[in-house]
């Protein structure tokens, strides 16, 4: 089994947008979203949700304000300033180390477990799919991914797969790094401006960091071209193929709003060269894969 | 008075907004928050310096002292540590710098030494005061880079900070302690859909808002329908313009080329401090 990670440094790239349309193109997958807490390939691929699971993420103090003497130690010595000059517990601090409720003389602290939110295994009409929902303001993010990652393996095992394609999130911090470790390769998904050029020089250091091979997809090629080939340069340069360029296309925008991959929208009704060149892409990433 | 610039989607123009309302205004200071991708530089194109390195305290074990009994591996919630018959596995980038391990250890053999994990910059002598943090690559610790950055906001001036995508830790991390936050948005089903999941975690902040709706003349009215609805003010429509998107590719400030813009970003500033002021009012 193969696992591919679509990943882009900067948002708003059109990760989510190819692995729809990936998606659609593979004929054996499981598909994983792991942008869990901005998540919208469900809002594409329209999942059943066969199965919820309760997600737990990291514990949380909790104050018996009973047993309290007020006597600071948790203040002080919490490292996060999650505990207030009232000594009340900051949820959007609290890291749940457990120093405050270990060093508490009265024994008024206790490390509770909270749902942080849910993990869904459902049906799409091109599959299975893994997805999750990070509830409001929770933290944990990368915990969760790795609960959609071992889910989606699951599917697999389940329905004998024998790829997951899993749509990541921006960024180069814990959600990413749980979205890309133990995969066998990663789709960088890039746009030719100066901020996405810096972007996949930082990602594809993070993919390099852990031993991922990497590709290339630039999209918006055509509203730069200097800056395209400045792309195709170093991709060069660093040994990394670029396996397909796609032109500024108002079809993205007009599938996602009929909640249609682009494949599916371009196909029916407006035949064209944009879901062609998705589609050679797909077999540049699948030859790369294999 | 300190306003973030988010979003919830990646890429809907966080940080054309955040670059060109600072510039648009005197004596603002820019902090760029998203540490894992900082971008705002490359608009501005200024030298930076390195302020501080920021660290996290890595435990350290002598060896002599250690007796391998596990207490700090049992203790430890990030799985950093690993006590072995002979010997202490430590995992640098799981650790979070809680000091748990040095405070049960029996034997005192464990001391805590900082570890970089990222880097404040700024600059404090061109147009703007700019600071950013950067994460070094391979690390977990982003919310401790954007505090680290955010002690370098002076609270009596202006402070535009542009926060990361999302609405996890790091977006919480920059958005937590500001007067003011403006949502960027555009209105496709997925910038809508993230939308309201920033809208819930920002109304669970209690922070007053407004909305951008940046490239307003793509997708659909979906957003400022909903906004109607919810009472939340839409507070500047910019729409996708080639030429915008031209300058932004190159790295160009768009109110630098279409200085029609810098007003409405002035006016942008005047909306915000009223609405704020006005909140502020019918809370008391």
Redesign the interface.
């Known amino acids: 089994m193969k696992q591919l990670t679509l990943i882009?440094?900067?948002?708003?790239?059109g990760k989510?947008t190819i692995a729809a349309a990936f998606a659609s193109l593979a004929e054996n997958a499981v598909i994983a979203d792991c942008?869990?807490?901005?998540a919208?390939m469900h809002?594409i691929l329209n999942p059943e949700i066969i199965e919820t699971i309760d997600f737990y993420g990291?514990?949380e103090a909790y104050i018996d304000s009973s047993l309290c003497i007020q006597c600071g130690l948790c203040k002080e010595?919490c490292?996060?300033d999650a505990i207030t000059d009232d000594i009340k517990v900051d949820s959007?601090e609290c890291?749940?180390?457990?120093?405050c409720a270990?060093?508490c003389p009265e024994g008024a602290i206790t490390m509770v477990e909270r749902k942080a939110g849910e993990a869904y295994l459902s049906e799409t009409r091109f599959g299975p799919m893994a997805h999750a929902k990070?509830s409001?303001?929770?933290?944990?993010?990368?915990k969760l991914v790795a609960l959609v990652r071992e889910n989606s393996r699951d599917l697999a095992e389940r329905y004998g797969k024998d790829l997951i394609i899993i749509d990541g999130?921006?960024?180069?911090?814990?959600?990413?790094?749980a979205s890309i470790t133990g995969v066998d390769m990663v789709a960088v998904v890039t746009?030719?401006?100066?901020?996405?050029i810096?972007?996949l020089e930082?990602?594809l250091?993070?993919a390099g960091?852990?031993n991922i091979p990497a590709v290339v997809c630039i999209n918006k090629y055509d509203?730069?071209e200097e800056?395209t080939r400045i792309i195709e340069d170093y991709c060069r340069d660093n040994g990394i193929d670029v396996v397909g360029k796609l032109p500024l296309s108002?079809i993205p925008?007009e599938a996602?709003?009929q909640?249609k991959t682009v494949m599916e929208y371009s196909g029916n009704e407006l035949p064209d060269k944009f879901s062609e060149k998705l589609k050679d892409m797909w077999g540049s990433v699948m030859r790369s894969l294999n | 008075m300190k306003i973030a610039i988010a979003s919830?989607?990646?890429?809907?123009g966080k940080?054309t907004v955040a670059v060109n309302f600072a510039i648009s205004l005197k004596d603002a200071q820019l902090f760029d928050c998203?540490v894992?991708?900082p971008?705002c530089n490359?608009?501005l194109g200024y030298d930076l310096e390195k302020v501080e390195d920021v660290n996290v305290?890595n435990p350290v074990i002598d060896k002599e002292k250690c007796d391998f009994c596990g207490k700090c591996s049992e203790?430890c919630?990030?799985n950093a540590l690993a006590v072995l018959p002979e010997d202490v596995m430590i995992f640098p980038t799981l650790c979070?710098?809680?000091?748990?391990c040095s405070?049960?250890c029996p034997n005192e053999a464990i001391s805590e030494v900082g570890r970089k994990v990222g880097v404040i910059e700024g600059s404090v002598n061109e147009g703007l005061v700019f600071y950013q943090g950067m994460?070094n690559?391979?690390?977990?610790m982003?919310s401790l880079v954007i505090k680290v950055l955010q002690d370098h906001i002076d609270t009596n001036g202006i402070a535009i900070i542009d926060a990361?995508?999302?609405?996890?830790?790091?977006?919480?991390a920059s958005v937590?302690n500001v007067d003011y936050c403006i949502l960027v948005t555009e209105s496709?089903?997925?910038g809508f859909?993230?939308l309201k999941?920033a809208v819930?975690?920002i109304r669970?902040?209690g922070i007053q808002f407004g909305v951008v709706i940046n490239r307003c003349n793509?997708?659909?009215n979906s957003v400022e329908d909903y906004c109607i609805e919810e009472g939340i003010p839409v507070l500047m429509k910019i729409p996708y313009d080639r030429e915008i998107?031209?300058l932004?590719?190159?790295?160009i400030p768009f109110v630098n080329e279409m200085p029609e813009w810098k007003e409405r970003f002035v006016k942008l500033f005047r909306d915000v401090t009223s609405l704020y002021e006005m909140g502020n009012c019918s809370e008391q």
Do not use: W
């Not at chain 1, 882009?8 to 790239?13: E, F, R």
């Not at chain 2, 919830?8 to 809907?12: A, I, Q």
């Open positions: 882009s440094g900067k948002g708003g790239t989510t942008d869990v807490d901005a919208d809002l990291l514990k010595n490292r996060f959007f890291e749940g180390c457990g120093v270990h060093i990070l409001v303001g929770e933290e944990a993010s990368g999130p921006p960024g180069t911090g814990c959600s990413l790094i746009e030719p401006s100066v901020s996405g810096h972007d930082r990602v250091g993070v960091h852990f509203i730069n800056n108002r925008t996602m709003i909640e | 919830g989607k990646g890429g809907t940080t998203d894992e991708e971008n490359l608009f305290l203790f919630q990030f979070h710098g809680c000091g748990g405070i049960v994460l690559i391979g690390e977990l982003t990361p995508p999302g609405t996890a830790c790091s977006f919480i937590k496709t089903p997925f859909h993230d999941l819930d975690v669970t902040l793509i997708g659909d998107a031209r932004y590719s190159q790295g």
